[in-house]
């Protein structure tokens, strides 16, 4: 167990619709990572967020935004769902926000788009 | 910019055996580099990370990683594979801001 828990672990939509994702880092760490990865194109870097603030942006569709709460949990909302965003979403989390700091990921949410 | 390349999708062996996971990297600085496992319906665990220090890196699980600037690899290897190896297996470079770059993983395969 990494100590990132995400939520839900399965969400099934249809098209059009719109999703929030939720993941809580490991106690401590100050930065959190959003991943997606899909058959087609593998494990691919999103958006990371540290003590609250955008650190930097991989390949993030316009359709998809985050947030990081002071709390430090942070929620991915996928808005205009396409059957293409079908995949399983993770949520990594480091202590600092400039590397090298390991990354500890969660289980990851799977998402179906019908 | 960077980028890894892992050399096989797939690689079979037989319980006891060795086990070699190849991986190539490019990096316009010196990289971390790491491996990460990720056994069927689970999440990412690390196996072992390269920053610089010791090029022999050892991780968990009897896994280790040569880190080799000349050739630009970071090949993954075991000495007597487990089923329980079994997994997908990823080669990843960390850059700026701590972003990590996958490889394409390579599906380890153990027969009994």
């Known amino acids: 167990d990494s100590g990132v828990t995400q939520t839900p672990k399965h969400l099934i939509t249809a098209t059009g619709q719109r999703v929030t994702l939720r993941c809580s880092p490991r106690?401590?760490?100050?930065?959190v990572y959003w991943y997606q990865q899909s058959l087609d194109q593998g494990l691919q870097f999103l958006i990371q967020?540290?003590?609250?603030?955008?650190?930097a942006k991989g390949n993030i569709l316009e359709r998809f935004s985050a947030q990081q709460f002071p709390d430090l949990h942070s929620e991915l909302n996928l808005s205009s769902l396409e059957l293409g965003d079908s995949a399983l979403y993770f949520c990594?989390?480091?202590?600092?926000?400039?590397?090298?700091?390991?990354?500890?990921f969660g289980p990851g949410t799977r998402l179906t788009v019908t | 910019a960077q980028s890894v390349t892992q050399l096989d999708s797939h690689v079979s062996v037989s319980e006891g055996t060795p086990v070699l996971l190849r991986c190539n990297y490019s990096?316009?600085?010196?990289?971390?580099l790491f491996w990460y496992v990720q056994h069927p319906n689970k999440g990412l665990q690390l196996l072992l990370k390269?920053?610089?220090?010791?090029?022999l890196v050892k991780g968990i699980n009897g896994f280790e990683a040569e880190f080799k600037k000349s050739e630009t690899s970071f090949h993954l290897t075991k000495p007597s594979a487990h089923m329980s190896d079994a997994a997908e297996y990823f080669c990843?470079?960390?850059?700026?801001?701590?972003?990590?770059?996958f490889g394409g993983g390579t599906r380890l395969m153990v027969k009994p």
């Open positions: 106690s401590g760490d100050l930065s």
């Open positions: 390269y920053t610089s220090a010791a090029t």
């Open positions: 967020y540290y003590n609250g603030e955008e650190r």
């Open positions: 990594a989390s480091s202590v600092g926000g400039r590397g090298p700091y390991e990354q500890y």
């Open positions: 990096s316009s600085y010196s990289p971390s």
């Open positions: 990843v470079v960390s850059g700026a801001g701590n972003m990590l770059t």
